[in-house]
């Protein structure tokens, strides 16, 4: 199983991607999140300058944010810079349009956004709209300026099936941001699958929080409520945000979705609740908001739990189709890389155990 890095764009950014192609990650992310953190393309910028072989992801972008021309230059740029490591991850703008108080978008804008910006940035031809006239573009300004001969990965972000199914048909890998049930994936790959895809012939991410317990730590105490909230609040966020959602969940669920939208003193059907429920979207959690992070939601959007328990729960995704697992640190970034790193060595130190008898 790969692993790699998701942080929110930022000053210094760049050093955690050093840090990250030392421990051997395989990818580092930043989020396209304009309202909430810095520009994307900035930050992996600067860390395609001070790099060398990781892989650089943005996960992900949205045909909300960006014309398919403006975002396909901004891929290309990167790739110039990055030749062959750039990862572009593409979702429907959950949290980037309801930061705006906006609703996502649709899969139909999905999927065309995913072929156009593929064909651009291979240096081909695409279509693109204004109302009624619809005109065919390319780059102009190959070469020095642009890079479309090397390969960026592409990504569909996949929450539920019809997602995947985009995946499938666009031939592009799968990226899942606190998906870590097996059975959920098996589900993501058949739908990919059926629309078209081949087995094996793209990637699946998942994105998630990761707090290792040291002997006898309570699974649901301070230090890991505070690794993994940020998950879990995101997830009470996006209830709070979806009346329909919220409606489905568990009493105590749904019970802390309430305390969410008391706390911050707006209601489930106020227009302007996005200003209420976003600041600090995916950073550390306040101690006043621990309790809000409930043990089953820790249980199913985060992975806690002993070395040997992470390791079999991982192993897990990885026979249910899962490729990588890309982690957020919020408290201490370089240490947390750091502790991620030694699982990782500890997971191939099995495998060359159990290979060598």
Aim: aromatic share 6%; charged share 20%; with cysteine.
């Amino acid at each position: 199983m790969r692993k790699g890095i998701v942080v929110t764009a930022q000053p210094g950014v760049e050093e955690l991607a050093v840090q990250a192609e030392e421990l051997g990650f395989s990818s580092f992310w930043v989020y396209d999140t304009p309202m909430l953190h810095g520009d994307p393309f900035v930050a992996l910028s600067l860390c395609a300058k001070v790099t060398s072989r990781i892989k650089l992801g943005i996960g992900v972008t949205s045909p909300a944010l960006r014309s398919a021309p403006a975002a396909a230059s901004a891929f290309a740029s990167l790739n110039a810079l990055a030749p062959g490591r750039i990862i572009c991850g593409i979702g429907t703008g959950n949290t980037a349009r309801r930061t705006l108080g906006m609703p996502p978008t649709t899969m139909a804008e999905l999927e065309t956004f995913t072929a156009a910006l593929q064909d651009l940035c291979a240096g081909r031809v695409a279509e693109y709209r204004e109302g009624d006239r619809v005109r065919d573009v390319r780059f102009l300004h190959a070469g020095q300026h642009v890079n479309t001969a090397d390969p960026i990965e592409f990504l569909v972000a996949a929450t539920g099936l019809k997602a995947a199914a985009v995946a499938g048909r666009r031939h592009t890998g799968i990226i899942s941001f606190g998906i870590l049930d097996p059975a959920a994936w098996h589900a993501r790959d058949h739908a990919r699958q059926q629309a078209g895809g081949a087995p094996g012939d793209a990637d699946s991410y998942v994105m998630t929080s990761l707090h290792v317990l040291d002997e006898g730590e309570d699974p649901y105490g301070d230090a890991a409520r505070d690794a993994t909230g940020h998950i879990v609040m995101s997830f009470l966020t996006f209830a709070a945000d979806t009346p329909a959602f919220a409606e489905g969940l568990g009493a105590e669920e749904r019970d802390a979705v309430q305390s969410l939208l008391d706390r911050r003193g707006t209601t489930i059907a106020a227009p302007d609740r996005h200003i209420a429920l976003y600041p600090n979207y995916l950073g550390r959690i306040s101690p006043a908001e621990r309790d809000l992070s409930l043990p089953s939601l820790i249980d199913i959007l985060a992975l806690v739990g002993t070395r040997d328990n992470l390791l079999a729960r991982i192993a897990d995704l990885e026979r249910a189709g899962v490729n990588e697992i890309v982690i957020q640190p919020v408290i201490d970034p370089s240490t947390e890389m750091a502790e991620f790193a030694k699982l990782e060595a500890s997971s191939l130190k099995a495998s060359r155990k159990k290979i060598n008898g």
